[in-house]
């Protein structure tokens, strides 16, 4: 007597099960409290604290004061991490409680779940940019040079490459604590080297190449664009660009990589 074998997902892209997916993972964050809870509260709060320390010190005549130049480019760093935590959490999720398994036993490819995945998750990134760069610009009177919808747009693409990155994460996991140590791997260096901390062109040049290659850093710059420039800068859409491109890259290579189930 022979064994029956799952029949194997397809690798083709359908639009139909795509939003479905979508569909049933929005579904699933409206019931999941905390986790949009942190989504859409958490950046603002940790913005809020960035204030009090900043708000008050004094800048040089002429420049930006430390809260706007530096919460400016938290407002891409937050949804960064975020949706990087969220993101790469809820997908182990699927694939130990054996859901991710039976969903691929039916026509729904790798590409659509991932996809319906990027897609639910981009738009809780869409909601919660809105909401952190509408709490900075008004309650803790974040100066923009720019548009703020430019800097909404920056934050989306980096709540984006988040998801993306989260995802990827996600396939070389077993555990939640397993997931969550990918963050000091993929998170920490970027943010460390993305010219928050200190401006790029001090570091030592092989840090510098290193930095060259983060599409974090990309997003930082697109957003000081936007915080010196009234308007929108080549450089800015080249920035936003790049970051976009490297979380349609995160994507393919999550979809090349994910397993089925947690052995």
Same mark, same amino acid.
């Given at each position: 007597? &022979?064994?029956?074998?799952?029949t194997?997902?397809?690798?083709? +892209?359908?639009?139909?099960?795509?939003?479905?997916? &979508?569909?049933?993972? %929005?579904?699933?964050?409206?019931?999941?409290?905390?986790?949009?809870?942190?989504?859409?509260v958490?950046?603002?709060l +940790? @913005?809020?604290?960035l204030?009090?320390?900043?708000?008050?010190?004094?800048?040089?005549? *002429?420049?930006? #004061?430390?809260?706007?130049?530096?919460?400016?480019?938290?407002?891409?760093?937050?949804?960064? /991490? /975020?949706?990087? @935590?969220?993101t790469?959490?809820?997908?182990?999720?699927?694939?130990?409680?054996?859901?991710?398994?039976? $969903? %691929?036993?039916?026509? +729904?490819?790798? %590409?659509?779940? %991932?996809?319906?995945?990027? =897609?639910?998750?981009?738009?809780a990134?869409? =909601?919660?940019a809105?909401?952190?760069?509408?709490?900075?610009?008004?309650?803790?009177?974040?100066?923009?040079?720019?548009? /703020?919808?430019?800097?909404?747009?920056?934050?989306?693409?980096?709540?984006?490459?988040?998801?993306?990155?989260g995802l990827?994460? !996600?396939?070389?996991?077993?555990?939640?604590?397993?997931?969550?140590?990918?963050m000091?791997?993929?998170v920490?260096?970027?943010?460390?080297?993305? #010219? @928050?901390?200190?401006?790029?062109?001090?570091?030592?040049?092989w840090?510098?190449?290193? !930095?060259?290659?983060?599409? @974090?850093?990309?997003?930082?710059?697109?957003l000081?664009?936007?915080g010196r420039?009234?308007?929108?800068?080549?450089?800015?859409?080249?920035?936003? *660009?790049?970051?976009?491109g490297?979380a $349609?890259?995160?994507?393919? +290579?999550?979809?090349? &990589?994910?397993?089925?189930?947690?052995?």
């Open positions: 007597m &022979t064994t029956a074998t799952p194997r997902a397809p690798s083709r +892209l359908s639009p139909r099960l795509t939003a479905a997916t &979508t569909s049933r993972v %929005l579904r699933q964050l409206r019931h999941d409290h905390r986790t949009i809870a942190m989504m859409l958490l950046p603002s +940790l @913005l809020g604290l204030h009090l320390l900043w708000a008050d010190l004094p800048s040089a005549p *002429g420049q930006p #004061g430390t809260f706007d130049r530096v919460g400016l480019a938290m407002l891409g760093v937050f949804p960064f /991490v /975020v949706m990087f @935590l969220v790469s959490i809820a997908m182990l999720r699927e694939r130990t409680s054996g859901t991710l398994e039976r $969903l %691929l036993t039916t026509p +729904l490819s790798r %590409l659509d779940l %991932l996809l319906g995945y990027g =897609l639910a998750f981009g738009l990134a869409g =909601l919660q809105v909401v952190t760069v509408t709490v900075a610009t008004t309650l803790y009177d974040l100066d923009v040079a720019g548009s /703020v919808w430019l800097v909404v747009l920056v934050a989306v693409a980096d709540a984006a490459l988040g998801v993306a990155l990827l994460a !996600s396939a070389f996991a077993r555990s939640e604590f397993q997931a969550v140590q990918f000091p791997v993929i920490l260096p970027q943010f460390f080297l993305c #010219g @928050l901390l200190v401006p790029r062109e001090q570091m030592a040049g840090l510098q190449a290193i !930095s060259d290659v983060l599409p @974090l850093t990309y997003a930082v710059e697109a000081q664009e936007v420039s009234p308007e929108a800068t080549g450089r800015m859409w080249a920035g936003v *660009g790049i970051v976009a490297a $349609l890259l995160a994507l393919a +290579l999550a979809a090349a &990589t994910l397993r089925r189930r947690t052995s």
